[in-house]
């Protein structure tokens, strides 16, 4: 009985890590496949680049904002 135990427990935890792995690499396999091969692998994911590029546009809008604000709203901000 215990072995029966044991071989569905750790049956199933090596099933799991078997999905887990395939769920993970077969998605990219051609990619994989491509850089073995000495090719390139195509499509860089940058998410830094992205987030500077989105940092620069709200610091754009930030300033546009700022350098047109009308003289009440600036006065409404010194009577706050």
Do not use: K, N
Not at 24 to 36: D, E, F, G, S
């Amino acid at each position: 009985m215990a072995t029966l135990m044991a071989v569905m427990v750790f049956g199933g935890a090596a099933g799991l890590a078997l999905y887990a792995l395939a769920v993970t690499v077969l998605p990219q396999a051609a990619r994989i496949a491509a850089v073995l091969r000495g090719q390139s692998g195509s499509a860089r994911f940058e998410p830094l680049s992205t987030l500077v590029r989105a940092e620069r546009r709200i610091a754009v809008r930030r300033w546009a904002a700022g350098s047109t604000m009308t003289r009440v709203t600036l006065r409404s901000r010194e009577a706050a």
